[in-house]
C-alpha cells in the first residue's frame, strides 16, 4: 500500500450482498488498524443524502434517465470532494459502496444512454480519480432481485430502483459483465453464493495483497 492511500470500490446487481461484504471489509482493516473512510452511492455527504432521498423515491417514477444520471454524478462529485479525495490525502483506505461502474451499468447501459456520456461526465467532473480495485460481486440477477425486493417491501422509501423490470436488471448484469472482462487487473469478480463469511474470505484474498 503506498503512501497515497487506496481505493476501493464494491459493485452488484440489486440484492447482490455487496453493501455487507464491505461492511465486513471495513470492520476487518480498522481490527488490524487500518484507518478507513467509508464511502456510499449516492449518500454519505449532506448534500448526497438529499439527492439520494430524490433518486431513490419510488413516487419519483417519472425522472428522465439523463436526469436520474446526472444526480448521480452530482452525488459522486460531491463524495470525491467531501470523502474520497480527502481520505486518500490523509493515507487511508477508502472504501466506497458504489461508484462510476454503477453508472455505466445503470444509466450508460439499462437505460440506454451509452458509455461515452458517462466518461465524458467522469472526466468533467472526478478528472483521473479511479479506484485502485473494483470488487463485483456476482449472483445470480434474479435470486438478488427477490432478496431486494423483500427488503424494499419493508422500506419503500428507497425502493425506486428494485421494482424497475427483470429485464432492467438483467442488462445491468450484462454490463457488469462486459465491464469485468474489459479491466480484469481492477475489477475482480467475486462469488456470491454461499455465507456472508465464504464471500468475505473470497474478498479478502483479493484486498489482502494490496496491503502487505
Same mark, same amino acid.
Given at each position: 500500500?503506498?503512501?497515497?492511500?487506496?481505493?476501493?470500490?464494491?459493485?452488484?446487481?440489486?440484492? =447482490?450482498?455487496?453493501? =455487507?461484504?464491505?461492511? &465486513?471489509?471495513?470492520?476487518?482493516?480498522?481490527? &488490524?488498524?487500518?484507518?478507513?473512510?467509508?464511502?456510499?452511492?449516492?449518500?454519505?455527504?449532506?448534500?448526497?443524502?438529499?439527492?439520494?432521498?430524490? &433518486?431513490?423515491?419510488? !413516487?419519483?417514477?417519472?425522472?428522465?434517465?439523463? $436526469?436520474?444520471?446526472?444526480?448521480?454524478?452530482?452525488?459522486? $462529485?460531491?463524495?470525491?470532494?467531501?470523502?474520497? /479525495?480527502?481520505? &486518500?490525502?490523509?493515507?487511508?483506505?477508502?472504501?466506497?459502496?458504489?461508484?462510476?461502474?454503477? =453508472?455505466?451499468?445503470?444509466?450508460?447501459?439499462?437505460?440506454?444512454?451509452?458509455?461515452?456520456?458517462?466518461?465524458?461526465?467522469? /472526466?468533467? !467532473?472526478?478528472?483521473?480519480? %479511479?479506484?485502485?480495485?473494483?470488487?463485483?460481486?456476482?449472483?445470480?440477477?434474479?435470486?438478488?432481485?427477490?432478496r431486494a425486493r423483500r427488503r424494499s417491501e419493508i422500506d419503500? =422509501?428507497?425502493?425506486?430502483?428494485?421494482?424497475?423490470?427483470?429485464?432492467?436488471?438483467?442488462?445491468?448484469?450484462?454490463?457488469?459483465?462486459?465491464? !469485468? %472482462? %474489459?479491466?480484469?487487473?481492477?475489477?475482480?469478480v467475486i462469488d456470491g453464493r454461499g455465507s456472508l463469511q465464504?464471500? !468475505?474470505? /473470497?474478498?479478502?484474498?483479493?484486498?489482502?495483497?494490496?496491503?502487505?
Open positions: 500500500m503506498t503512501e497515497g492511500g487506496l481505493f476501493l470500490t464494491f459493485e452488484g446487481t440489486e440484492g =447482490s450482498g455487496k453493501t =455487507s461484504q464491505m461492511l &465486513l471489509l471495513v470492520e476487518r482493516l480498522q481490527q &488490524l488498524g487500518f484507518a478507513v473512510t467509508k464511502n456510499q452511492e449516492p449518500g454519505t455527504t449532506r448534500i448526497g443524502a438529499q439527492i439520494r432521498r430524490i &433518486l431513490l423515491d419510488p !413516487a419519483h417514477q417519472e425522472m428522465d434517465a439523463m $436526469t436520474e444520471l446526472l444526480l448521480m454524478f452530482a452525488s459522486r $462529485t460531491q463524495a470525491a470532494a467531501e470523502v474520497i /479525495r480527502p481520505g &486518500l490525502a490523509r493515507g487511508e483506505i477508502v472504501v466506497s459502496d458504489r461508484f462510476t461502474d454503477s =453508472s455505466v451499468a445503470y444509466q450508460g447501459c439499462a437505460r440506454g444512454l451509452g458509455g461515452e456520456m458517462i466518461a465524458r461526465l467522469q /472526466r468533467l !467532473a472526478l478528472g483521473s480519480l %479511479a479506484p485502485d480495485l473494483t470488487l463485483l460481486i456476482d449472483i445470480d440477477v434474479e435470486t438478488g432481485l427477490a419503500v =422509501s428507497e425502493a425506486r430502483l428494485d421494482w424497475q423490470s427483470l429485464e432492467f436488471h438483467r442488462r445491468v448484469g450484462e454490463a457488469y459483465a462486459v465491464i !469485468a %472482462a %474489459a479491466e480484469p487487473q481492477r475489477v475482480r465464504e464471500v !468475505a474470505e /473470497r474478498v479478502w484474498a483479493e484486498v489482502e495483497p494490496l496491503i502487505r
